[in-house]
């Protein structure tokens, strides 16, 4: 049973199985492995999808074999996984967020989910550039932007070492560094490192003047 972060609920639960199809391959033998799955979390249907060859079939099962329902999911479980619709960060909650940061931020984790893993990082740092460029910090280069995040008390400093871990990657595909192979597990953290700084910059700011907005409305309806 295959896990993933739910594009619905964003809890990252069990995926139930509830129909599989693989094919038509074409005259390379390679088709598509299509599913229909339920998060176990909220119950909602998730399609997850892959690139499947019937190579994987035989290798698994011996010449000749066809892709039934089981062994579909034999050759999820030996492939990079599956993608999801609707990806997992559609629903992202980033509600104190800037509108345009935020749809940047759905957008890496659209790129991930969709396997453009070197364009989910390179809009990881963007957002982390943007981030700083909102508060006022318009020096020279993204390093500076981060430490300054840091000096002005916008992020504490192991925010401030997650940024630069999101630069550094992120310099990496700007320069054009191309042969170290991007895994999805580097992406991951990236973006993940990038969420964090949202969260310290905007949301967590903005949840707490939520709070004492809505006491000081308590206290205004207590008033004689």
């Known amino acids: ?92 909650e980033l509600n104190h967020t800037p509108e345009e940061i935020a749809d940047a931020a759905k957008e890496a984790r659209a790129c991930l989910n969709a396997g453009y893993r070197r364009a989910s990082v390179q809009l990881a740092r963007s957002v982390v550039e943007a981030t700083a460029k909102d508060k006022g910090i318009t020096v020279h280069n993204i390093a500076p932007k981060i430490n300054e995040m840091f000096n002005q008390r916008l992020i504490r400093e192991h925010i401030r070492d997650g940024a630069h871990e999101v630069r550094h990657l992120g310099n990496d595909m700007a320069h054009g560094d191309f042969t170290e192979p991007v895994t999805d597990e580097d992406a991951q953290m990236v973006l993940t490192l990038m969420h964090e700084v949202l969260v310290e910059v905007y949301e967590s700011p903005g949840r707490v003047r939520e709070a004492q907005s809505r006491r000081a409305a308590r206290s205004a309806g207590q008033q004689p």
């Open 1 to 92: 049973m295959p896990s993933a972060v739910c594009g619905w609920c964003g809890v990252h639960s069990n995926m139930s199985v509830k129909m599989v199809e693989a094919g038509p391959f074409d005259e390379d033998e390679v088709g598509q492995l299509f599913g229909l799955y339920k998060c176990d979390h909220c119950t909602a249907s998730s399609l997850g999808y892959a690139r499947v060859s019937m190579r994987d079939v035989r290798d698994l099962l011996g010449y000749g074999a066809s892709v039934t329902f089981e062994i579909a999911l034999e050759i999820e479980d030996n492939t990079a996984g599956l993608m999801w619709l609707p990806h997992s960060g559609a629903n992202l």
